[in-house]
Nanobody
């Protein structure tokens, strides 16, 4: 069983930065691909970024490349999402997810079987 707890969300002005963290319980976390998704009000959940089990491979939503960076520290059982040059349209609840059947990245939410509770990110204009 894996439990995921996100932190680091908050209110930031456009152009600012935030770093989200996702702490996982369970040693098996280190063999799972991990991802970040987000859901804005009235919209469907969308893929943000994913990272392979050892951090050697990453993937991003095309619209976010260059602004967001995903990383992981398996010793701390934590993944991160560094978000720079934030825009009002980045406002959403951000979710961390783990895919127990995957070692490499995926943008498909149905391949992730563990989810955190989400952390709110609000970007003001």
């Amino acid at each position: 069983q894996v439990q995921l707890i996100e932190s680091g969300g908050g209110l930031v002005q456009a152009g600012g930065s935030l770093r989200l963290s996702c702490a996982a319980s369970g040693r098996t976390f280190n063999s799972y691909a991990m991802g970040w998704f987000r859901q804005a009000p009235g919209k469907e959940r969308e893929f943000v970024a994913a990272i392979s089990w050892n951090g050697g491979s990453t993937s991003y939503a095309d619209s976010l490349k260059g602004r967001f960076t995903i990383s992981r520290d398996n010793a701390k059982i934590t993944i991160y999402l560094q978000m720079n040059s934030l825009k009002p349209e980045d406002t959403a609840v951000y979710y961390c997810a783990a895919a127990s059947s995957l070692m490499f990245t995926s943008s498909r939410s149905d391949q992730y079987d563990y989810w955190g509770q989400g952390t709110q990110v609000t970007v003001s204009s």
